[in-house]
């Protein structure tokens, strides 16, 4: 795939296995992360050892100049995107009371604004790809309320409006040939010293509520994302798939 894929939040976690899935002789990579510089390095150096190109950026998604200048980069260092995984996000508990509008505020300025922003910026680029495609990760809080006695009405609002962009973004681009989808995961095992919303305990505990007796891996997340960007997927589009061991089933 000569593909340029540019991935946000992919220092750790689910966008540094996709990164991983995707990296292979001759692919070409944007690599971002808000701040873990080092973490994103080491990764890059670690897909470069195995043949890909790997470019990296720095910068806070919530700041409009983010985005644009993330497809700024793609453009210098490669000519042009081709696809887009929309990782980045961060998840947040809370409760009606103690939640704010400026909570709700933050989390649409990281997660759905912030989509917006990097679509515009990199729409004649994928307008004219002959392998345009767009991913964004989404959440089962964007579908479940209170699953395992969670709250996260914050995330789960910008979460929703990630899908619901994703979906009209999917028609507009339907005719270029481009597809938009979703992965919605369920609970997904946290890379060391990443960050997380939900104690090592009650993740262990999802499992329990979970049909298939697990929680995630980032690598299970990874191989849905790398079918949807793939050639075989270009029949699927606007649609939500769920990585979540059958959570919302019950």
Same mark, same amino acid.
């Given at each position: 795939? #000569?593909? !340029?894929?540019?991935?946000?939040?992919?220092?750790?976690?689910?966008?540094?296995?996709?990164?991983?899935?995707?990296?292979?002789?001759?692919?070409?990579?944007?690599?971002?992360?808000?701040?873990?510089?080092?973490?994103?390095?080491?990764?890059?150096?670690?897909?470069?050892?195995?043949?890909?190109?790997?470019?990296?950026?720095?910068?806070?998604?919530? #700041? =409009?100049?983010?985005?644009?200048?993330?497809?700024?980069?793609?453009?210098?260092?490669?000519?042009?995107?081709?696809?887009? !995984?929309?990782?980045?996000?961060?998840?947040?508990?809370?409760?009606?009371?103690?939640?704010?509008?400026? #909570?709700?505020?933050?989390?649409?300025?990281?997660? =759905?604004?912030?989509?917006?922003?990097?679509?515009?910026?990199?729409?004649?680029?994928?307008?004219?790809?002959?392998?345009?495609?767009?991913?964004?990760?989404?959440?089962f809080v964007a579908?479940?309320?209170?699953?395992?006695?969670?709250?996260?009405?914050?995330?789960?609002?910008?979460?929703?409006?990630? /899908?619901?962009?994703?979906?009209?973004?999917?028609?507009?681009?339907? =005719?270029? %040939?481009?597809?938009?989808?979703?992965?919605?995961?369920?609970?997904?095992?946290?890379d060391s010293g990443?960050?997380?919303?939900?104690?090592?305990?009650?993740? /262990?505990?999802?499992?329990?509520?979970?049909?298939?007796?697990?929680?995630?891996?980032?690598?299970d997340v990874a /191989?849905?994302?790398?079918?949807?960007?793939?050639?075989?997927?270009?029949?699927?589009?606007?649609? !939500?798939?769920?990585? #979540?061991? %059958?959570?919302?089933? =019950?």
């Open positions: 795939m #000569d593909a !340029v894929l540019l991935i946000t939040g992919a220092a750790t976690g689910i966008g540094a296995a996709i990164a991983r899935r995707m990296a292979q002789p001759g692919a070409r990579l944007v690599l971002h992360t808000g701040r873990n510089a080092a973490g994103l390095e080491a990764l890059a150096g670690e897909l470069r050892a195995t043949g890909a190109q790997v470019a990296t950026a720095l910068g806070d998604l919530a #700041d =409009p100049a983010t985005a644009p200048a993330l497809v700024e980069t793609a453009h210098e260092a490669f000519g042009r995107v081709d696809g887009i !995984v929309s990782n980045a996000g961060r998840a947040q508990r809370g409760n009606f009371g103690t939640i704010t509008p400026a #909570d709700l505020e933050a989390a649409f300025a990281m997660m =759905p604004v912030a989509f917006l922003r990097l679509i515009n910026a990199a729409l004649p680029d994928l307008t004219t790809s002959r392998q345009g495609r767009v991913v964004a990760i989404s959440s579908h479940g309320f209170g699953t395992n006695g969670l709250h996260y009405p914050v995330s789960g609002a910008a979460k929703a409006a990630l /899908e619901a962009l994703a979906k009209s973004l999917a028609v507009q681009l339907g =005719p270029h %040939g481009v597809t938009v989808n979703c992965i919605a995961p369920g609970f997904v095992r946290k990443g960050h997380t919303a939900t104690s090592s305990a009650t993740m /262990e505990s999802a499992a329990a509520i979970t049909p298939t007796g697990r929680i995630g891996e980032p690598a /191989e849905t994302a790398a079918f949807l960007l793939s050639p075989a997927a270009r029949q699927i589009t606007g649609q !939500v798939i769920h990585v #979540d061991g %059958g959570l919302l089933l =019950p």
